[in-house]
């Protein structure tokens, strides 16, 4: 037996690098050898309760050095590591675990509440809280003492499933999407060629690891090169940047809204941050305000665009073709291949939108218990069909119209609401936007955009209509702008717009 997939990457760590520090967390570092030598003690806890390839294991927990040890413990079992996103309600989190059918759950033991329906509803014989337990509830601190049986070389392929990571729901229920070991290694190579991931890297991880681009592309491309992770339970912009400066930190990966709650914070301009020299930034296009606040520092962002099913990078944005493709998310990954095709599957030229449809060892296996549903992400000929409109210039670089079923139809129309978003990002004072089709009698749908603004600030309809006047065609103007004190999002941080549509058409 032998394990060619994730399992095998702790051993290998231990034996190149053991004295490395591999994790620094709490003020708490963490050597490769025992990260090594604690993946083996949770596998070991894991096989003793019969967990063993193919099984799946759930984890609901904030960003923690356990997190990774359950990670590396269960793919070296071949079993199926299932994180669970800690903002899911009760009803949420017994989906993910009926659905993803775990065998035994490891969680953090301010969750106990909300997954006791899940572990019932499931029926999981193994459930573990993280630290030392209590007399209700067994401890994984414990569990690891009294491990024993060394490492597990399970036999382990390439193709073999490693997760299952559930979409963030935008389209309706989240799907478990099935991830391979092959998948997360390969995207792995992606971030390290294009992203010039090396092994004196130190990569500040403030993102929950629940979320593919956390994982994939934050903390397994790391690990693979044997760098160090600077490891946050949570996001806080002051904690951030003084972890930066403390740790000579080179790496950071984020969003738009962490990047300028950074910028905005009052250490910002006293933080010393000359050792950076790798920003990443997904999600969505980065405003020209976050920009120039950046590059005002001897700061830019490689930029990029891809989803779970992706693992989660597609295409990623040059630092130095920022401004030269600005609004672009880039061109494909080394390993990966992006085309633009049309309603009936052809392709299409060149500056012409179509569907977005993308190849590569980094595309999942399918969706979990879903047949019909995987077959159908899936062309003929094996691409997948990512759901977003987008087109390619004439130099090759993608820029996103928007997902297809965002697409807003007014007086037969196509308004492309990213488009409009990208515009309304750049007023002052706006920190967060959505455009939304809400019914109307006269054109069938018509835009409305709902904002975030600072507080103390305001921005009104008429503002709104005045920054995009001759920007964009006037239909593509919202005819109306709604401030609200927070948009609902996934975890992964896009807007989640079925909420706002059934929340404002009522009104019309």
């Known amino acids: 037996m032998h394990n060619h997939g994730l399992g095998s990457w702790m051993t290998k760590r231990r034996l190149k690098s053991p004295e490395k520090t591999a994790l620094v967390f709490d003020g708490h570092e963490t050597t490769y050898r025992q990260l090594a030598d604690a993946a083996d ?46 903002r899911l309600a009760p009803p949420e989190v017994t989906h993910v675990l009926t659905d993803s059918e775990a065998v035994a759950l490891i969680h953090d033991p301010e969750f106990t509440e909300r997954v006791a329906p899940g572990v019932q509803a499931a029926r999981i014989a193994h459930v573990l809280v993280t630290g030392e337990g209590s007399a209700d509830a067994a401890g994984l601190a414990p569990a690891l003492r009294g491990a024993s049986g060394g490492h597990a070389d399970a036999d382990v392929e390439l193709g073999d499933p490693a997760a299952i990571i559930y979409t963030s729901g935008t389209t309706g229920r989240p799907k478990g999407a099935v991830l391979s070991h092959g998948n997360l290694t390969w995207v792995s190579m992606n971030c390290i060629v294009d992203y010039d991931v090396v092994s004196t890297d130190v990569a500040l991880m403030i993102s929950p690891l629940f979320h593919v681009a956390s994982l994939g592309m934050g903390a397994l491309p790391v690990i693979l090169k044997g760098a160090t992770i600077v490891l946050e339970k949570g996001f806080e912009p002051g904690s951030a940047l003084a972890q930066i400066q403390r740790h000579g930190v080179t790496m950071l990966s984020g969003v738009p809204t962490t990047y300028q709650l950074m910028a905005d914070h009052p250490e910002w301009a006293a933080t010393d941050l000359s050792t950076l020299a790798k920003l990443t930034c997904g999600g969505s296009a980065v405003p020209t305000r976050i920009l120039n606040a950046y590059e005002e520092r001897g700061l830019s962002f490689s930029q990029g665009y891809g989803m779970t099913e992706t693992s989660p990078g597609a295409t990623s944005l040059a630092p130095h073709m920022t401004r030269a493709k600005q609004g672009s998310v880039g061109v494909p990954h080394f390993f990966t291949d992006v085309r633009i095709a049309d309603e ?18 980094n595309v999942f296996l399918g969706y979990h218990g879903l047949p019909e549903a995987s077959t159908d992400a899936f062309t003929a000929d094996g691409w997948f069909r990512s759901g977003d409109l987008g087109y390619l210039d004439g130099e090759g670089y993608l820029f996103i119209a928007d997902r297809l079923k965002d697409m807003i139809i007014s007086g037969g129309e196509n308004i492309y609401p990213a488009e409009v978003e990208n515009l309304l990002s750049d007023i002052e004072h706006v920190t967060g936007v959505a455009v939304i089709g809400v019914p109307d009698e006269r054109w069938g749908e018509v835009p409305w955009a709902v904002l975030t603004v600072r507080e103390g600030a305001s921005v009104d309809t008429e503002a709104v209509r005045a920054h995009l006047d001759g920007k964009i065609a006037r239909y593509k103007i919202p005819k ?28 019309v």
């Not at 003793?48 to 070296?76: C, H, I, M, W």
């Not at 052809?346 to 590569?360: D, L, Q, Y």
């Not at 709604?482 to 807007?495: F, Q, W």
């Open 41 to 86: 003690r949770v596998s070991a806890v894991l096989r003793q309760r019969g967990v063993g390839k193919g099984d799946r294991v759930a984890y609901l927990g904030e960003n923690s050095p356990e997190f990774l040890q359950v990670l590396f413990g269960t793919v070296q079992l071949g079993a199926v590591f299932v994180p669970v996103n800690t």
């Open 344 to 361: 009936h599957g052809a392709m299409v030229p060149r500056g012409t939108v179509g569907e977005i449809e993308i190849s590569g060892p």
């Open 480 to 507: 109306n702008a709604i401030v609200v004190d927070e948009l609902p999002r996934t975890a992964s941080g896009k807007v989640r717009k079925g909420d706002l549509r059934a929340r404002y058409t009522p009104r």
